[in-house]
């Protein structure tokens, strides 16, 4: 467990001020961005980050334009105070929880896509999804300035598509994807298999297997 005691920021001036007294103690920082909702799945991210970090932070934040106008953005899982149990319970140090004004201010109008590799795949049946993706993970590395960010291999194209983002905008940070955690029958552990009936979850696996 970390020796500092959990914390909870909303800002990012407040984000930078931890990160920069950390870095002043000479510590290694890793970020976890998230959605909430968390899981095993979340928290083994949170591990992975511990072992190449001394201090690490977990943002969570519902982003608004990776959501199109008919998917479940008002229905995604919400609970901060569970995440924020889980979290502390892990070894995290920090977590960041941003309102949707602090991440995209009034008058905001930049967007950064990624060409090539967020076009098929996810980017044909959601041709808006990563671009509002590589917008916010980009003002995520830029607020917290980690050496470290970890994504899950769960979501294999967007961590292609965050690799190629920093890579191309010189971002000084590692990104490593993490291995997929999955459930005791395969089914691979997401947050939106809360929205699964009975029979869908028993029919689940299936994709593991086929795959």
Same mark, same amino acid.
């Given at each position: 467990?970390?020796?500092?005691?959990?914390?909870?920021?909303?800002?990012?001036?407040?984000?930078?001020?931890?990160?920069? $007294?950390?870095?002043?103690?000479? /510590?290694? !920082? *890793?970020? =976890?961005? %998230?959605?909430?909702? #968390?899981?095993? +799945?979340?928290?083994?991210l949170?591990n992975?980050?511990r072992?190449?970090?001394?201090?690490?932070?977990?943002?969570?934040?519902?982003?608004?334009?990776?959501?199109?106008?008919?998917?479940?953005?008002?229905a995604?899982?919400?609970?901060?105070?569970?995440?924020?149990?889980?979290?502390a319970?892990?070894?995290?140090d920090?977590?960041?929880?941003p309102?949707?004004?602090?991440?995209?201010?009034?008058?905001?109008?930049?967007?950064?896509?990624?060409?090539?590799?967020?076009e098929?795949?996810?980017?044909? $049946?959601?041709?808006?999804?990563? /671009?509002? !993706? *590589?917008? =916010?993970? %980009?003002?995520?590395? #830029?607020?917290? +300035?980690p050496?470290?960010?970890?994504?899950?291999?769960?979501?294999?194209?967007?961590?292609?598509v965050?690799?190629?983002?920093?890579?191309?905008?010189?971002?000084?940070v590692?990104?490593?994807?993490a291995?997929?955690a999955?459930?005791a029958d395969?089914?691979?552990?997401?947050?939106?298999?809360?929205?699964?009936?009975?029979?869908?979850?028993?029919?689940?696996?299936?994709?593991a297997?086929?795959?």
């Amino acid at each position: 467990m970390s020796d500092n005691l959990f914390a909870v920021v909303r800002t990012v001036a407040d984000l930078r001020r931890q990160v920069s $007294a950390w870095r002043q103690a000479g /510590a290694r !920082v *890793a970020l =976890v961005p %998230t959605m909430g909702a #968390l899981h095993d +799945g979340h928290l083994s991210l949170v591990n992975l980050a511990r072992s190449k970090a001394d201090r690490v932070v977990a943002s969570v934040f519902v982003n608004p334009t990776q959501f199109a106008p008919h998917e479940d953005f008002d229905a995604y899982p919400r609970d901060e105070a569970r995440d924020g149990a889980l979290l502390a319970e892990v070894g995290c140090d920090l977590l960041y929880a941003p309102p949707v004004a602090e991440m995209y201010a009034a008058g905001f109008s930049t967007t950064v896509t990624v060409a090539g590799v967020s076009e098929p795949l996810d980017g044909q $049946a959601r041709p808006t999804h990563f /671009a509002g !993706v *590589a917008t =916010v993970v %980009t003002k995520l590395l #830029l607020q917290c +300035g980690p050496d470290v960010a970890v994504f899950g291999e769960k979501d294999y194209q967007q961590l292609q598509v965050i690799k190629r983002l920093a890579a191309d905008l010189d971002i000084p940070v590692e990104v490593v994807g993490a291995p997929t955690a999955r459930a005791a029958d395969g089914l691979a552990l997401s947050s939106r298999n809360a929205y699964l009936t009975p029979a869908e979850r028993q029919a689940a696996p299936a994709l593991a297997r086929a795959l």
